[in-house]
């Protein structure tokens, strides 16, 4: 497993342990798995044991417990300042999400890796590209991701990155099953739209929307009602998003002669 690891280190992230939580993880779990092939479909219920998805889809953070996987820890996100775009500054030597998601794919990919670790990895990758959906994945390093952001969310202590991985979706009160259900409901068209552009062009996607989650924390600092109107239907645009891609990422790692990958993870 380790040989496939671009870069080795023992570090404790910057970011609080939270992201999407259970629910929206879930959710993107659910949704994808309306999405991939008959086929790569079969292939993943052999190398999960049967487990769906959804099920599997929040065991990066459930092993964050144990110190023995703490190297993966800077794998849950990429930090960007300002208006920089990836590689305008040097990559985190302890890696980062779009360094995570492309080691799962290569590690998947690969003939000689063992199916034990194809599992392991499979797991990481669906939830890492979950991750990169959360806009504050893609936060400010001097604040860890809006996690030193202090906010009120309807009157309780909360923080912004808090707001957007849980706080909103736990206040809305679905089950993953019920959101997956009522926001998996796009066109064609628009599927096609969402699976443009290359990894990287994913992660400045989010970062985009973390500016202006930023820029609208500014204004207020007590979060309620008004905040859930306006940025709710963002969530749940970047949960659909989030699973539709997540297909798109799992038919092609499982597809052979597939050349879509090698385009997908290039870093420019």
Same mark, same amino acid.
Not at 113 to 121: C, G, I, Q, R
């Given at each position: 497993?380790?040989? /496939?690891?671009?870069?080795?280190?023992?570090?404790?992230?910057? /970011? +609080?342990?939270?992201?999407?939580? =259970?629910?929206? !993880?879930?959710?993107?779990?659910?949704? #994808?798995?309306? !999405?991939?092939?008959?086929? @790569?479909?079969?292939?993943?219920?052999?190398?999960?044991?049967?487990?769906?998805?959804?099920? @599997?889809?929040?065991? +990066?953070?459930?092993?964050?417990?144990?110190?023995?996987?703490?190297?993966?820890? &800077?794998?849950?996100?990429?930090?960007?300042?300002?208006?920089?775009? /990836? %590689?305008?500054?040097?990559?985190?030597?302890?890696?980062?999400?779009?360094?995570?998601?492309?080691?799962?794919?290569?590690?998947?990919?690969?003939?000689?890796?063992?199916?034990?670790?194809?599992?392991?990895?499979?797991?990481?990758?669906?939830?890492?590209?979950?991750?990169? !959906?959360?806009?504050?994945?893609?936060?400010?390093?001097?604040?860890?991701?809006?996690?030193?952001?202090? @906010?009120?969310?309807?009157?309780?202590?909360?923080?912004? !990155? %808090?707001?957007?991985?849980?706080?909103?979706?736990?206040? /809305?009160?679905?089950?993953?099953?019920?959101? +997956?259900?009522?926001?998996?409901?796009?066109?064609?068209?628009?599927?096609?739209?969402?699976?443009?552009?290359?990894?990287?062009?994913? #992660?400045?996607?989010?970062?985009?929307?973390?500016?202006?989650?930023?820029?609208?924390?500014?204004?207020?600092?007590?979060?309620?009602?008004?905040?859930?109107?306006?940025?709710? &239907?963002?969530? =749940?645009?970047?949960?659909?998003?989030?699973?539709? %891609?997540? +297909?798109?990422?799992?038919?092609?790692?499982?597809?052979?002669?597939?050349?879509?990958?090698?385009?997908?993870?290039?870093?420019?």
């Amino acid at each position: 497993m380790i040989k /496939y690891i671009l870069i080795l280190f023992i570090s404790v992230s910057v /970011y +609080a342990k939270n992201d999407w939580g =259970k629910t929206g !993880h879930r959710t993107i779990g659910e949704i #994808a798995s309306k !999405h991939i092939s008959k086929k @790569v479909s079969k292939e993943i219920k052999k190398l999960l044991k049967g487990e769906s998805l959804a099920y @599997v889809s929040i065991y +990066a953070d459930e092993i964050r417990s144990n110190p023995k996987y703490d190297s993966f820890a &800077p794998w849950h996100y990429v930090n960007f300042e300002g208006d920089k775009k /990836y %590689r305008d500054e040097d990559i985190n030597p302890e890696g980062d999400i779009i360094q995570g998601i492309k080691t799962c794919i290569l590690a998947i990919r690969d003939k000689k890796t063992s199916e034990k670790d194809k599992s392991f990895y499979l797991r990481m990758l669906v939830h890492f590209v979950g991750d990169l !959906h959360m806009p504050l994945h893609a936060g400010n390093k001097h604040d860890k991701g809006g996690n030193d952001v202090k @906010v009120k969310w309807f009157g309780d202590k909360s923080n912004l !990155h %808090r707001v957007w991985d849980s706080d909103m979706i736990d206040h /809305y009160q679905m089950s993953y099953t019920e959101l +997956a259900k009522n926001i998996d409901i796009i066109s064609k068209d628009k599927i096609a739209e969402f699976n443009q552009g290359t990894l990287v062009d994913w #992660a400045h996607e989010s970062r985009a929307l973390a500016v202006k989650v930023y820029k609208d924390a500014e204004k207020e600092e007590y979060l309620g009602y008004k905040y859930m109107y306006h940025n709710f &239907p963002i969530v =749940k645009n970047q949960l659909e998003k989030g699973g539709v %891609r997540l +297909a798109l990422v799992l038919n092609e790692v499982f597809k052979e002669d597939s050349t879509w990958v090698a385009s997908f993870l290039e870093n420019k």
